[in-house]
């Protein structure tokens, strides 16, 4: 049988035979199904951050200061914490999350090569 690449980006390739990304490898008869994963990121230490700097705010004198720079920077710990998106892939041996990225177009074009390359395979 012939190889018949569906995509290939940077360390990802998906063909009629294989899907590789991160280094792994993983034979295409193997997957039974491919899903979109989805994970939010902790925003823990930024709530902290915020917190202790409203308490830190409510002095005087350096700790003014001490807590608005908190707050700044649990503000920017916020809004710069970005939500990961990943292909799970299932296979006999269980699920796996085969890649992922903060750009969720890369997944959807992965997830639609490796639905090709399955219906394509028979």
């Known amino acids: 049988m012939e190889e018949f690449i569906f995509f290939s980006l940077e360390g990802i390739k998906v063909s009629n035979i294989q899907f590789i990304a991160d280094g792994l490898s993983y034979a295409l008869q193997d997957v039974?199904?491919?899903?979109h994963g989805m994970t939010e990121p902790s925003r823990a230490f930024a709530t902290i951050c915020i917190l202790a700097g409203v308490f830190l705010f409510l002095f005087e004198d350096i700790f003014m200061y001490v807590g608005g720079f908190a707050i700044a920077m649990g503000?920017?710990?916020?809004f710069s914490a970005k939500t990961?998106?990943?292909?799970?892939i299932h296979t006999p041996s269980g699920?796996?999350?085969?890649?992922?990225?903060?750009?969720?177009h890369d997944i959807d074009r992965v997830i639609?090569?490796?639905?090709?390359a399955i219906i394509h395979r028979g």
């Open 75 to 78: 503000i920017v710990a916020w």
């Open 95 to 104: 699920e796996h999350q085969a890649f992922s990225s903060e750009n969720s």
């Open 112 to 116: 639609r090569a490796l639905n090709t």
């Open 32 to 35: 039974i199904a491919v899903e």
């Open 84 to 88: 990961k998106y990943a292909v799970v």
